[in-house]
C-alpha cells in the first residue's frame, strides 16, 4: 500500500492571499484556453464519419439474446463500455481497471434526458458477470458479449474500448471510439485528484519534487491490498464476492 502523507512530505510554498489569486488567474487563462481546445476537439468528434453494424448483433441480458437496437431501449444514440472480464476467476483478480471506471457510472437520467442510453459490454459469460455486477453494487444495463458478437463489435480491438453508437430507424452505426487515457471521463475521481496540491500521486506525474507518487502505473493505481479499490468498501459492507469461480484456474494478466 502506498505511504500515507506526513509531515515529511513536501509542500508548496506560502504566500499572501493577493500573490497566490494572481498565480491563480495566470493559470486561469491557460485553464480557459484548454477547456476551448476541448470544445473543438468535441466539435471535431461530432462531425465525423461512421460505419454500420449489425443492428441484428445477439448480446446476452438478464432474460437472455437480446439485439444490439434493442439495447438502445427507443432511444437514439447509445454509450457501451465494453468491461474486460478473466473466465473463471475469482472477484479479487478481476480487472481493477474496468471496475475504476464502471464503479463511477451510477446516474443515467442526464444521459436520457439528451435521448442516450448506457450500458457495459461485458467480455464474461453473463451468470458469472453479473454476480459480479451484483456484489459491485452498479445500476447500469449489463449485458455479456458472446464470441459471434465479438467479432462483429469489438472487431480486432480489445476489451476496455468505450464506444457511441448512433441508431437511424431500423439501422446502427459505430460512431466513435476510444481507450486507455479516452476512458478517464468516466471517472470523476481523476478530475477532482488533479485539482489538489498532490495530484493523482501516480509515478509517470510531472510534480515537484518531495511530492508522493505511491501509486504504480498500469493496473496498479486502481489496487489496494492485492484487489481492486472499489472492492473494499463493498466487502465491508457485507456484500458476497463469489461468483461461482474457483482460484484454481491459469491466471490471466492483470488489465490496464
Given at each position: 500500500?502506498?505511504?500515507?502523507?506526513?509531515t515529511?512530505?513536501?509542500?508548496?510554498?506560502?504566500?499572501?492571499?493577493?500573490?497566490?489569486?494572481?498565480?491563480?488567474?495566470?493559470?486561469?487563462?491557460?485553464?480557459?484556453?484548454?477547456t476551448?481546445?476541448g470544445?473543438?476537439?468535441?466539435?471535431?468528434?461530432r462531425?465525423?464519419?461512421?460505419?454500420?453494424?449489425?443492428?441484428?448483433?445477439?448480446?446476452?441480458?438478464?432474460?437472455?439474446?437480446?439485439?444490439?437496437?434493442?439495447?438502445?431501449?427507443?432511444?437514439?444514440?447509445?454509450?457501451?463500455?465494453?468491461?474486460?472480464?478473466?473466465?473463471?476467476?475469482?472477484?479479487?483478480?478481476?480487472?481493477?481497471?474496468?471496475?475504476?471506471s464502471?464503479?463511477?457510472?451510477?446516474?443515467?437520467?442526464?444521459?436520457?434526458?439528451?435521448?442516450?442510453?448506457?450500458?457495459?459490454?461485458?467480455?464474461?459469460?453473463?451468470?458469472?458477470?453479473?454476480r459480479y455486477?451484483?456484489?459491485?453494487?452498479?445500476?447500469?444495463?449489463?449485458?455479456?458479449?458472446?464470441?459471434?458478437?465479438?467479432?462483429?463489435?469489438?472487431?480486432?480491438?480489445?476489451?476496455?474500448?468505450?464506444?457511441?453508437?448512433?441508431?437511424?430507424?431500423?439501422?446502427?452505426?459505430e460512431?466513435?471510439?476510444?481507450?486507455?487515457?479516452?476512458?478517464?471521463?468516466?471517472?470523476?475521481?481523476?478530475?477532482?485528484?488533479?485539482?489538489?496540491?498532490?495530484?493523482?500521486?501516480?509515478?509517470?506525474?510531472?510534480?515537484?519534487?518531495?511530492?508522493p507518487q505511491g501509486?504504480?502505473?498500469?493496473?496498479?493505481?486502481?489496487?489496494?491490498?492485492?484487489?481492486?479499490?472499489?472492492?473494499?468498501?463493498r466487502?465491508?459492507?457485507?456484500?458476497?464476492?463469489?461468483?461461482?469461480?474457483?482460484?484454481?484456474?491459469p491466471?490471466?494478466?492483470?488489465?490496464?
Amino acid at each position: 500500500m502506498p505511504e500515507l502523507l506526513t509531515t515529511s512530505h513536501a509542500l508548496p510554498q506560502v504566500v499572501d492571499r493577493q500573490t497566490w489569486q494572481a498565480k491563480i488567474d495566470e493559470l486561469l487563462v491557460k485553464e480557459k484556453a484548454h477547456t476551448r481546445a476541448g470544445d473543438a476537439l468535441a466539435a471535431q468528434r461530432r462531425r465525423l464519419p461512421m460505419v454500420e453494424v449489425d443492428p441484428a448483433t445477439k448480446l446476452i441480458g438478464a432474460g437472455g439474446p437480446v439485439s444490439l437496437i434493442d439495447i438502445f431501449d427507443g432511444r437514439s444514440q447509445l454509450i457501451a463500455y465494453f468491461q474486460m472480464w478473466h473466465t473463471g476467476r475469482p472477484a479479487a483478480e478481476q480487472c481493477e481497471g474496468c471496475t475504476f471506471s464502471t464503479s463511477h457510472i451510477t446516474e443515467l437520467s442526464y444521459l436520457h434526458s439528451r435521448d442516450v442510453s448506457y450500458a457495459t459490454f461485458c467480455e464474461g459469460p453473463y451468470e458469472e458477470s453479473s454476480r459480479y455486477r451484483d456484489f459491485m453494487g452498479w445500476t447500469v444495463p449489463w449485458y455479456s458479449v458472446p464470441q459471434d458478437a465479438v467479432d462483429r463489435l469489438v472487431a480486432g480491438r480489445s476489451f476496455g474500448i468505450l464506444v457511441s453508437y448512433l441508431r437511424y430507424d431500423d439501422q446502427v452505426f459505430e460512431a466513435y471510439w476510444t481507450t486507455s487515457r479516452g476512458n478517464e471521463v468516466m471517472a470523476p475521481s481523476y478530475g477532482l485528484l488533479d485539482l489538489t496540491v498532490y495530484g493523482r500521486q501516480e509515478v509517470w506525474e510531472d510534480s515537484p519534487e518531495g511530492w508522493p507518487q505511491g501509486w504504480p502505473a498500469r493496473g496498479g493505481q486502481f489496487q489496494l491490498d492485492g484487489r481492486p479499490i472499489a472492492q473494499w468498501p463493498r466487502l465491508k459492507a457485507g456484500h458476497d464476492d463469489d461468483l461461482g469461480t474457483s482460484s484454481d484456474g491459469p491466471h490471466q494478466p492483470h488489465c490496464h
